[in-house]
């Protein structure tokens, strides 16, 4: 209990400075921007990128997740929100100038052990996996062995986005919770049954993607929209952003700012829709 | 030179003055903030637990930012969940924990203390998320290949919680072994008891007020622990059925959610804080209760 104040005094003062940055984010070349988690890696490279280009600006990238940064918006506590779910109609209602612009595309990839011998899974088996109508790796044609399913925490956007596209608005069952992307590629890599989901952008050797209905989660077929598991990154404003979170946005929209999305394994917005016209799930 | 000591100490009156003010605001902040953290706490969650109702007790759904549905408020697993993982974590730790005490004030020569002691404190030292760290990297895994399933478990934050409280149960049952007046060990061995005997009928029983109290704030450490828990735990809101079970405690759900957490799911947060408050009040009260029949 006594540890309680020190943390509680911290609170109140890194919540003041966040605060007084936030407000004076459209002035004296300061940014605010919070957000995804998911988001939160590009958001700096492409913070890092902005701010050589324009010296004397100071772009500050914070995590908390999207409802998080979708409040901080509303609040006007940031300046941009970083999204990786579309903006819920209860978040319009209570803060109605909210306006989202799609930045990049990412896969959500379903990772298993590199160890693990399923290399296919269709829409229907990650579904019935993750809401726990199968709950052995022989029913989808792997080993005699239990799927241990691991989940992100409620509220992420990634788990969001895997209960919109995948169960269709099911509950997920059963399982452990996770809190990072990180976390959970590090527990698929030590535990030769578990599966679990994350960001395309950042599968690594460690773990293995999986083939949803035969597309494997590539940036070409993410771009054709063939993998089906995937959702839109967002930058959110409060109206139409002025200042230097519109220089930001059309930084990041323009050329340079997708090339770098891209080089850090997200697909070009201009990329997808070319590639279809038809818009995510997410939407 | 009376002139002189007068004046010394007239200052000296007035420095002290100032001090005890300054020490008197310290005090009165410190308790203005638990006045302000209960009156927070209770603002935040209690209009969401008369809005929800005994359901977010007893319901065992918790799906607080579901976007298909009104949002379900269920607390019951994890609420069960804390008291499993609390009461483990004490099963465990209070035999360790005890004879340890025993060996170091009864047993242990000079030396050996010298050496264990201070370990004992540093393991007081050691942040929690070091603690979850190491659990996830060594136990968990070893769990998961001893019994299958994840490895994040009841099991696994059984062992850490345990390891986590030992300090505590430690110094103050030592300290309440020591405290035992001299005068009953010398008259239990002087009635021929052997050393044993006399540690088991004899300190144990003098000292068991203030090992009840260590074992009681042992259990506020351990119902309060979260990093470490949220990191071996595995954070499943079900009421686990074996040990080697994922399983969610109230710290653990509240730090996973919190940053995502807005309007009725940010109050039912506070509420789930609030219940945790009066579980750890009840904890508190219990500790002062047995330390007041010490005997010293």
Redesign the interface.
């Given at each position: 209990?006594k540890r309680?104040?020190p943390i509680?005094l911290v609170a109140v003062l890194v919540a003041a400075a966040v605060f007084e940055a936030g407000c004076a984010s459209n002035s004296a070349g300061k940014l605010q921007v919070a957000g995804s988690t998911s988001v939160q890696p590009h958001a700096e490279v492409l913070a890092r990128a902005f701010q050589q280009n324009n010296s004397g600006t100071r772009v500050y990238v914070q995590?908390?997740?999207?409802?998080?940064g979708i409040?901080a918006v509303g609040e006007g506590t940031a300046a941009i929100g970083m999204s990786s779910r579309a903006v819920?109609a209860?978040e319009i209602a209570t803060y109605p100038t909210l306006k989202p612009v799609a930045i990049a595309v990412d896969g959500i990839a379903m990772i298993v052990n590199p160890k693990n011998p399923v290399n296919n899974l269709t829409m229907n088996q990650t579904r019935d996996i993750f809401t726990g109508n199968i709950t052995n790796w022989n029913q989808v044609g792997g080993s005699d062995a239990?799927i241990?399913v691991?989940n992100r925490?409620?509220?992420?956007g990634t788990r969001?986005g895997v209960?919109t596209i995948v169960l269709k608005?099911g509950?997920f069952a059963?399982?452990?919770?996770?809190?990072s992307t990180g976390a959970i590629r590090t527990?698929v890599s030590?535990?030769v049954n578990?599966i679990g989901y994350i960001s395309s952008a950042e599968v690594d050797s460690s773990v293995k993607a999986v083939n949803i209905d035969g597309a494997a989660p590539t940036y070409d077929n993410i771009a054709n929209r063939s993998y089906k598991i995937q959702r839109d990154f967002f930058f959110v404003t409060k109206g139409d952003p002025s200042g230097l979170a519109s220089q930001f946005i059309n930084f990041t929209l323009g050329a340079g700012g997708q090339a770098l999305l891209k080089a850090d394994g997200l697909v070009s917005i201009s990329d997808a829709q070319n590639a279809s016209m038809t818009t995510s799930a997410t939407k | 030179m009376a002139v002189r000591t007068l004046k010394r100490s007239r200052i000296k009156d007035a420095k002290g003055t100032t001090i005890e003010l300054i020490l008197l605001l310290c005090a009165v902040s410190a308790v203005a903030a638990i006045f302000l953290i209960i009156w927070f706490i209770f603002s935040e969650g209690l209009p969401f637990v008369l809005e929800a109702g005994p359901q977010f007790l007893t319901s065992s759904i918790w799906l607080p930012t579901d976007s298909f549905s009104d949002g379900s408020w269920g607390i019951f697993p994890i609420l069960v969940g804390s008291l499993i993982v609390t009461f483990g974590a004490i099963g465990i730790g209070t035999p360790l924990g005890v004879a340890c005490a025993v060996f170091l004030a009864e047993i242990a020569p000079p030396a050996v203390r010298r050496v264990l002691v201070p370990s004992i404190n540093a393991l007081a030292g050691v942040p929690s998320v070091v603690y979850g760290f190491f659990g996830l990297v060594v136990i968990v895994p070893w769990i998961r290949g001893q019994f299958g399933g994840f490895g994040t478990s009841v099991f696994a934050s059984w062992v850490i919680l345990s390891i986590m409280i030992l300090p505590t149960i430690i110094s103050i049952s030592t300290d309440s072994i020591r405290a035992v007046p001299r005068e009953y060990k010398e008259g239990s061995l002087a009635m021929g008891a052997t050393q044993w005997q006399t540690i088991r009928s004899v300190m144990i029983p003098a000292a068991s007020s203030g090992i009840i109290a260590s074992v009681i704030l042992g259990m506020g450490r351990a119902i309060g622990e979260t990093m470490a828990v949220l990191m071996v735990a595995g954070n499943a809101v079900s009421i686990p059925n074996s040990i080697f079970a994922p399983v969610s405690t109230l710290t653990a759900q509240i730090a996973l959610e919190m940053g995502y957490a807005a309007g009725a799911h940010r109050q039912a947060l506070f509420a789930m804080g609030m219940v945790l408050f009066v579980v750890i009040m009840i904890l508190t009260g219990l500790a002062n209760l047995a330390s007041r029949r010490r005997v010293t």
């Open positions: 209990m309680l104040f509680l995590g908390g997740g999207s409802s998080a409040q819920k209860s239990t241990n691991i925490e409620q509220g992420s969001d209960q608005g509950n059963g399982g452990i919770v996770l809190s527990a030590q535990d578990a | -």
